[in-house]
């Protein structure tokens, strides 16, 4: 079973940059293709960057130019970087391959505020 364990939210200021970690377990990192969701409250989750195996990357359109999405085989992790944060980015962010399996993982936390 993979598991997905990701890290590295938090409180930021408009403006500010994160880096979002997700270490997955598994023997299916280095051949499936990734991706970082987000989930904000009362909203349904939705895919904001994609990697394929390899290194194929694509975004949507209201994190394109701010976030990079990046994978590491070796040590099974994903990153996302996130820059220029907005309010409207704040959200529970998870990882998990494309298409999606169960189960997710906790996520984490991305608040944006002053």
């Known amino acids: 079973q993979v598991q997905f364990v990701e890290s590295g939210g938090g409180l930021v200021q408009p403006g500010g940059s994160l880096r979002l970690s997700c270490a997955a377990s598994?023997?299916?990192?280095?051949?499936?293709?990734m991706g970082w969701y987000r989930q904000a409250p009362g909203t349904q989750r939705e895919l904001v960057a994609g990697?394929?195996?390899?290194?194929?990357?694509n975004y949507a359109d209201s994190v394109k130019g701010r976030f990079t999405i990046s994978r590491d085989n070796a040590k099974s992790t994903v990153y996302l970087q996130m820059n220029s944060l907005k309010p409207e980015d704040t959200a529970v962010y998870y990882c998990?391959?494309?298409?999606?399996?169960?189960?997710w993982g906790q996520g984490t936390l991305v608040t944006v505020s002053s």
């Open positions: 998990n391959s494309r298409p999606s399996m169960n189960p």
């Open positions: 598994g023997s299916i990192f280095s051949i499936a293709a």
């Open positions: 990697i394929s195996r390899y290194g194929i990357t």
